[in-house]
């Protein structure tokens, strides 16, 4: 058979090009590869970077003529299946590859997908995204951040913030108003914007975790060439929310590859105890069994999309309880965690505490965002609500 | 195989659908309820479904049956649950004609299976006792030795549609004791055989149920259902299939239940608003719907992992997954539903009710969530 060549071949070439080293998945979403020019990477991973890219298999289904595989939808699958197998790292991960390169493909015009999709492809630029503000932030549409034209120019002026890896980014596709007259969604407009550009100023934020994943963005008199707009002027709002509906679908299948399925069953045994081969605290185990198994209800619903998109449904709204579902069950995981733990999850660093013990309390904290970022669950609750049950207003 | 159902299952799911709505209705499930009806369910119905093929979907061609797997029984079933349909589709088709296809002798399935998918034949599945709880394997039931056949004693309990079966499927001990799964035995057995009692029972969901009383009831070695000893695997086997039916059921009930509420939130003004624009309410509906989500994925799954002929490990943990899911959404979207409806929620009146009873009655049947949390903990290893 064809598919089964191109399966062979495929796992051919990756075990003939794939270094050792990244051959384990990585842990944490640190130790994937981002691209940018910022960043420098371990030389596996750049060599590895290196290899697929060249063949466009970072972005394997977007065409050849910018950079990508060219693969069919099942060809890709037949990939992604043989890389999964080998337990390969991805060799590139990032808001490139996952939100602006397919919004461009289907929005952007030709001079906009020929000059940034194959530098997408390369792992070249790394992208962040400008949505939110200090005063919209669930209230999206009532971004400030003021785009006037000036000659062949706009003239952007405002902030950004919640800017994941703004400091690390090259461009961010960022919201701007460019109309103050229009109703609050008619005046938006969908701006690409080199973080070179002078009047640009990113600021990483502490978060109670410690870690400092998003940014404030500055914007003083930055100026953005009009043909970096996406779409048409005041036009923005449709793409935002389209992007929206794709990050939301993200992050649920983020939660989706998670750690070892077997990690709370360990670490119960480990901290809790067995007793006759069982987790020792009956109410632990009950509430381990609870949280694998709304886990693979979850895993199915997503099985359930996918396997509809592929028989022709049209995806819709319900893809809001990915979103909600999917963050809200990654902090009981993650507060379980804690919980079996019991006093080692106390630490912050220091003596007296394991890597591992340390990165669960941080992991915990940091999962309390889940339900925040990206829309949250109080606004999925309102669309589904709106959109799927239709609520009146 | 795919999470989507086939052309030819929405078609069934569609005429199933038809039939539910056209045929049945909550005002003759309630004056079943009412009355005093003997049988408690519409013969002249279950003759219908018979020639509709459904009580054969799942049995073999041979034996009159269509020889089609669990996700075609699956959009019947859920069809069935929106209607809260009393015909004994559980008893007879899931326990009863599963237990012989699954345990019985080629004889014993020739004898029985082509009545069972005419509709001609009703079978029950004796199991459950006074002490089992939901442990299918705990029977107290005796079957001892008496002159190459076995003298049976004990009593059972929420055996479903007890009362009009053809023929009881009985579990009993002959050895070990009352938790092993070894030592148990499938006898089937007639209603008037002698010590029999079967006394019906009147449960909060008005569906049908008996007591069944075996006194010293004779049993030769023809009535056993596979191997002496050896019926504890046939018999998981049995409810994991009648228990998989039953979350389809429940889905469908649930999804009544649900579409129903969400009918009133629309239509019910306070304050001179829908009560659906409360944001305190729509949330609520949100979450509502997000459970009746995954929930069908789980009885989806629960189907198709027996259509692909999978172990019964993997069929025993999408079952518990599965009725583990529809247990507590079924039992949440009822609770809601009744708070939802406010007072007229509370009168015997209003449908929400019959639902709310239906969802505790299903909750208690095959095990409840904990029961199939702890199934699935064991099944990993932990």
Redesign the interface.
Same mark, same amino acid.
Request: glycine share 6%.
């Given at each position: 058979m064809v598919a089964d060549t191109f399966r062979e071949e495929t796992r051919r070439w990756l075990v003939a090009n794939a270094p050792a080293a990244v051959y384990a998945p990585p842990r944490t979403a640190d130790e994937l590869c981002w691209g940018g020019k910022k960043t420098r990477y371990p030389d596996d991973v750049k060599r590895w970077l290196d290899v697929m890219a060249e063949r466009g298999w970072t972005a394997p289904t977007w065409p050849r003529e910018y950079g990508g595989g060219g693969l069919s939808a099942a060809e890709a699958k037949i990939l992604a299946e043989e890389i999964a197998k080998l337990r390969l790292r991805p060799p590139l991960t990032g808001f490139g590859l996952s939100m602006i390169g397919p919004l461009l493909l289907h929005e952007g015009s030709e001079e906009l997908k020929q000059a940034h999709l194959p530098p997408i492809v390369r792992g070249e630029i790394r992208w962040c995204q400008g949505y939110s503000e200090p005063g919209a932030g669930s209230d999206l549409a009532g971004l400030q951040t003021k785009a006037v034209r000036d000659g062949d120019d706009f003239v952007v002026n405002g902030q950004k913030i919640w800017t994941s890896y703004g400091d690390k980014a090259d461009w961010m596709f960022i919201l701007v108003r460019t109309d103050f007259e229009e109703a609050k969604h008619g005046g938006i407009t969908f701006l690409l914007m080199d973080m070179e550009t002078p009047g640009v100023t990113p600021r990483p934020i502490r978060l109670i975790s410690g870690a400092s994943p998003f940014c404030e963005v500055f914007l003083s008199d930055v100026r953005v060439p009009v043909r970096n707009v996406v779409g048409r002027v005041n036009g923005g709002w449709r793409l935002a929310k389209a992007l929206l509906g794709h990050e939301r679908t993200m992050i649920a299948d983020a939660f989706k590859e998670r750690d070892d399925a077997r990690r709370l069953?360990d670490m119960?045994?480990r901290y809790v105890g067995e007793a006759d081969?069982?987790?020792a605290d009956p109410v632990i185990?009950?509430r381990?069994?609870?949280v694998?198994?709304?886990q693979?209800?979850?895993d199915?619903?997503l099985?359930?999309a996918r396997?509809?998109a592929?028989?022709g449904?049209r995806p819709g709204p319900?893809s809001s309880?990915f979103k909600?579902?999917g963050t809200e069950l990654n902090q009981r995981r993650r507060s379980l965690m804690v919980e079996i733990l019991g006093p080692q999850a106390l630490g912050w660093e220091g003596p007296g505490f394991e890597d591992e013990e340390l990165k669960v309390t941080r992991d915990w904290l940091r999962s309390r965002g889940n339900s925040i970022e990206g829309g949250t669950s109080?606004i999925?609750?309102?669309i589904?609500?709106?959109r799927?049950?239709?609520?009146?207003? | 195989m795919?999470?989507?159902l086939s052309a030819e299952q929405e078609l069934l799911q569609q005429t199933a659908r038809e039939f539910v709505a056209g045929r049945s209705s909550l005002k003759r499930v309630r004056s079943l309820r009412d009355g005093s009806d003997p049988d408690g369910f519409s013969r002249a119905l279950w003759t219908e479904m018979a020639r509709l093929g459904w009580l054969g979907i799942i049995l073999p061609v041979e034996h009159d049956g269509l020889g089609l797997g669990y996700m075609d029984l699956m959009v019947v079933m859920e069809e069935l649950g929106r209607g809260l349909m009393p015909e004994p589709m559980l008893s007879t088709v899931l326990l009863g004609a599963n237990a012989l296809l699954l345990g019985g002798s080629a004889e014993q399935q020739k004898e029985h299976l082509a009545p069972i998918a005419a509709g001609e034949q009703l079978l029950a599945l004796a199991h459950q006792e006074p002490r089992s709880r939901h442990a299918v394997h705990h029977v107290e039931t005796r079957a001892a030795p008496a002159g190459g056949g076995w003298i049976l004693r004990g009593e059972k309990v929420h055996v479903l549609d007890g009362h009009v079966a053809d023929r009881l499927i009985v579990s009993a001990r002959t050895s070990g004791a009352p938790h092993d799964v070894e030592g148990i035995t499938l006898f089937l057995v007639r209603p008037d055989a002698p010590g029999v009692r079967v006394t019906r029972q009147t449960r909060l969901d008005g569906q049908n149920a008996a007591l069944v009383r075996l006194e010293d009831t004779p049993a030769d070695r023809h009535t056993v259902l596979g191997e002496v000893d050896r019926g504890g695997a046939p018999l998981t086997r049995v409810t994991d299939r009648a228990t998989a039916a039953l979350t389809a059921e429940m889905l469908g009930s649930m999804t009544a239940t649900f579409d129903m509420t969400?009918d009133y939130?629309?239509t019910r003004v306070q304050f001179g608003?829908?009560i659906?624009?409360f944001?305190a &309410?729509?949330?609520r %509906?949100?979450?509502m719907?997000?459970e009746l989500? &995954?929930?069908?994925? %789980?009885v989806?799954?629960a189907h198709r992992t027996i259509d692909e002929g999978r172990d019964d490990a993997a069929v025993a943990r999408a079952v518990s997954?599965a009725k583990?899911?529809t247990s507590d959404a079924f039992m949440l979207i009822a609770n809601e539903g009744v708070q939802m409806h406010g007072g007229i929620g509370m009168t015997d009146e209003h449908d929400i009710g019959l639902f709310l009873k239906r969802a505790r009655a299903a909750e208690q049947t095959f095990g409840d969530a904990?029961h199939h949390?702890?199934r699935?903990?064991q099944l990993?290893?932990?």
């Open positions: 069953v119960a045994r081969g069982r987790v185990r009950d381990i069994a609870q694998e198994m709304d693979a209800c979850l199915l619903t099985a359930r396997d509809g592929k028989a449904h319900e309880i909600l579902y109080e999925q609750l309102n589904i609500a709106k799927v049950l239709g609520l009146p207003d | 795919d999470l989507v969400i939130l629309k608003v829908p659906g624009s944001q &309410l729509k949330h %509906a949100a979450r719907y997000a989500e &995954l929930a069908r994925s %789980a989806m799954h997954v583990a899911r904990a949390r702890n699935v903990a990993d290893g932990y």
